[in-house]
């Protein structure tokens, strides 16, 4: 399975990014999706998810509000709509494929295939 993220940049405070990502060797329909983030010096932390079934979501609790996650399962792909970003939103954004189909949505950094990244930068 192959993940690519895109959509990064840097935006000015309160402004806000759509970020993607495509997923290839897997049909995403089955799976959880998720987006971790990683800031310089710091561990990998969730950010949001959406179930397989696209019938719940979850939220880091300082995102939630501004950022919305969503899917495509036609187009293979995931999104992240970040609004009202702050400059502590910087960071390489991450969307991971959960390892197993069909199973109760978690925020575990280790239940994930991971791609790369794309950066985001938010200036004050």
């Known amino acids: 399975v192959q993940l690519q993220a895109s959509g990064g940049g840097l935006v000015q405070t309160g402004g806000s990014l759509r970020l993607s990502c495509a997923v290839s060797g897997r049909t995403l329909s089955n799976y959880n999706m998720a987006w971790f983030r990683q800031a310089p010096g710091k561990e990998r932390e969730f950010v949001a998810a959406t179930s397989w079934s696209g019938s719940s979501t979850r939220y880091l609790e300082s995102v939630k509000g501004r950022f919305t996650i969503s899917r495509d399962d036609a187009k293979n792909t995931v999104y992240l709509q970040m609004n009202a970003l702050k400059p502590e939103d910087t960071a390489i954004y991450f969307c991971?494929?959960?390892?197993?189909?069909?199973?109760?949505?978690?925020?575990?950094?280790?239940?994930?295939?991971w791609g790369q990244g794309t950066q985001v930068t938010v200036s004050s």
């Open positions: 991971g494929i959960d390892k197993y189909n069909k199973r109760t949505l978690v925020n575990d950094v280790d239940r994930y295939y």
